[in-house]
């Protein structure tokens, strides 16, 4: 991607840093490649990845609907021009009221994984769609979700069954294989275990319509991610081998593959300090102003900066010990690196302004700039 509108817009403006510039082309380019790659499916952004109007305005533009996970992201989908009814509340953990606010909006799209969620869903989104999330064995991504969410594929007939029998619509099922996952036989593992449950709740007499396979495709960032195009390849033989007669309607919700690329931090370099035989760097965004996923050093973002380069540790500009964005990995930057340089963090548009602090050590949240 050459960035080209980003660096005219960063060249005009000079705005200061940090910041993230978000160009919504790219937005647009994503969520009609995957309606291309996966042409039947329904294509639910997940919000969190990033949440700015103008990147809802254009996943909707684009066809898209949303996946979201609180009252605040269903109004920023609402305001954005969203229908209700392209709204998906895909969070497994919501309060009572939570789930009215979402109902009383008109949401009638739910996903749950535990019995005291299907009793509220009953509850205060009566007769709404409900899908159940399990959990799949699935290779582990660089983000993984763990255990957190997701019944037993054993529980999912007794909790769709539960729903039909208090007025909900058991209308689907549901699985994420953790984000960031660059192994595409992951969702081959998901549509197999869904599969054979599609055919025990047949035999059960409830008929869900649809398989939600989540989002988790991954971006290239320092290590390459395959095509999308491999993603649509798996995804498109699994439904073929597990569901040979009729596959059930597709559900995704990518977040950052839709949006990762489509945006640009400019940061600027506060100290360079020799500490031993290390050159440390220090930026004015870290840990807690933008760039949260560098925890465990789990998404290693490429750094755009011209002239020879050395080794360095990179580090954020606040007070805590753990705002060190990459010391046990590779890093390296331009040798004649100075205070007050300017540095590009490439591939930065998800979850990055979503995941900033309100004011840890008086910092404020990472500004963000849409390109239209
Ligand atoms: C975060 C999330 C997603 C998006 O995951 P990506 O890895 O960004 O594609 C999709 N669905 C649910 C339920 C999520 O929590």
């Known amino acids: ?6 660096h005219r817009f960063l060249a005009e403006h000079r705005p200061p840093t940090p910041c993230l510039v978000v160009d919504t082309e790219e937005v647009t380019a994503r969520v009609r490649e995957f309606a291309s790659g996966l042409p039947h499916a329904r294509l639910r952004y997940a919000v969190k990845a ?7 305005r254009a996943v909707l533009a684009a066809g898209g609907g949303f996946d979201v996970a609180s009252p605040a992201e269903v109004t920023a989908c609402l305001d954005a021009g969203a229908a209700p009814e392209v709204l998906s509340y895909g969070s497994t953990i919501k309060k009572p009221a ?3 606010f979402a109902f009383g909006c008109g949401v009638r799209e739910f996903t749950t994984d535990a019995a005291s969620d299907v009793d509220h869903l009953a509850e205060h989104a009566p007769g709404s769609a409900v899908s159940v999330r399990v959990l799949v064995d699935a290779p582990a991504s660089a983000t993984p979700f763990g255990r957190k969410f997701g019944c037993a594929p054993g529980e999912a007939v007794a909790l769709l069954t539960k729903a039909a029998e208090l007025g909900l619509d058991p209308a689907g099922l549901a699985f994420h294989v953790g984000s960031q996952q660059l192994d595409v036989t992951a969702w081959e593992a998901g549509i197999s275990t869904t599969a054979k449950l599609f055919a025990e709740l047949a035999a059960a007499g409830i008929k869900p319509r649809w398989l939600n396979i989540g989002g988790g495709f991954g971006h290239s960032y320092r290590e390459s991610a395959p095509p999308l195009s491999a993603y649509f390849a798996a995804v498109r033989g699994a439904l073929d081998a597990y569901f040979p007669d009729s596959a059930p309607e597709l559900v995704l919700e990518p977040g950052r593959a839709i949006v990762a690329g489509a945006g640009l931090i400019r940061t600027e370099v506060v100290l360079v300090a020799w500490r031993g035989e290390h050159r440390w760097v220090y930026l004015d965004i870290g840990r807690y102003n933008g760039l949260a996923e560098t925890e465990n050093e789990a998404i290693h973002y490429r750094l755009d900066a011209a002239g020879e380069r050395g080794p360095v540790v990179l580090a954020g500009p606040t007070c805590d010990g753990d705002d060190v964005l990459y010391q046990h990995t590779p890093c390296e930057l331009p040798l004649a690196l100075a205070p007050g340089d300017r540095l590009d963090i490439l591939d930065a548009g998800a979850y990055t ?10 910092i404020e949240p990472l500004r ?4 239209d």
């Open 1 to 6: 991607m050459s960035h080209e509108r980003i």
């Open 50 to 56: 990033n949440p700015e109007p103008a990147v809802l």
């Open 98 to 100: 939570d789930i009215a």
């Open 353 to 362: 302004a979503s995941y900033s602090s309100v004011s840890f050590n008086g």
């Open 368 to 371: 963000t700039y849409c390109l």
